[in-house]
T-cell receptor, first 116, second 110 residues
Framework: GAVVSQHPSRVICKSGTSVKIECRSLDFQATTMFWYRQFPKQSLMLMATSNEGSKATYEQGVEKDKFLINHASLTLSTLTVTSAHPEDSSFYIC????????????FGPGTRLLVL | TQLLEQSPQFLSIQEGENLTVYCNSSSVFSSLQWYRQEPGEGPVLLVTVVTGGEVKKLKRLTFQFGDARKDSSLHITAAQPGDTGLYLCAGDQGAQKLVFGQGTRLTINP
């Protein structure tokens, strides 16, 4: 299957700082990527849809000013958690849709964020 | 309101037994995916079903999409300890947005 990478795999930061997470499609170009959040023992919740060259579309209840998304190229989307607080601690996962295979998304390995 | 109801949420059985996981909704999906997720990792795609009534097999795993494209099932035959993991169903609502079920945490005991 297609390969999606994320960096970093885990990050620990102090409350009030900003953290950037990168999502890359390694062997294909992705015009659309998605960002999810997963709390322990829970399922994935879609946060936003990242579109190359345009603004991201956020799901209801997700603060766009807190979770900044930039999809600057066809292989890279970034999620920046601004002024992070302990309640932002979670597992953040991105996915990318493979062009021409409408129904299929491939997921990155996830980024574990811990805000102290 | 959970759009996709997945059941059971926890299942622990002995090696060699069969099991079925269900994913139900009142909504119609254009497609439905099944994923498996290991702790600390992202979900790995197992299968995508698109056509109502479709059945797909992946070794000992059989996936079925309901005729009305509102529900799906995953059946594992002769479960093995290596099948242990979190199984997630996800429905495509359109615009490629996926909604996930709660997940089924499966444990196969040797």
């Amino acid at each position: 299957g297609a390969v999606v990478s994320q960096h970093p795999s885990r990050v620990i930061c102090k409350s009030g700082t900003s953290v950037k997470i990168e999502c890359r499609s390694l062997d294909f170009q992705a015009t659309t990527m998605f960002w999810y959040r997963q709390f322990p023992k829970q399922s994935l919740m879609l946060m936003a849809t990242s579109n190359e060259g345009s603004k991201a579309t956020y799901e209801q209840g997700v603060e766009k000013d807190k979770f900044l998304i930039n999809h600057a190229s066809l292989t890279l989307s970034t999620l920046t958690v601004t002024s992070a607080h302990p309640e932002d601690s979670s597992f953040y996962i991105c996915s990318a849709r493979v062009p021409g295979v409408r129904e299929t998304q491939y997921f990155g390995p996830g980024t574990r964020l811990l805000v102290l | 309101t959970q759009l996709l109801e997945q059941s059971p949420q926890f299942l622990s059985i002995q090696e060699g037994e069969n099991l079925t996981v269900y994913c139900n909704s009142s909504s119609v999906f254009s497609s439905l995916q099944w994923y498996r997720q290991e702790p600390g990792e992202g979900p790995v795609l197992l299968v995508t079903v698109v056509t109502g009534g479709e059945v797909k097999k992946l070794k000992r795993l059989t996936f079925q999409f309901g005729d009305a494209r509102k529900d799906s099932s995953l059946h594992i035959t002769a479960a093995q300890p290596g099948d242990t993991g979190l199984y997630l169903c996800a429905g495509d609502q359109g615009a490629q947005k996926l909604v996930f079920g709660q997940g089924t945490r499966l444990t196969i005991n040797p």
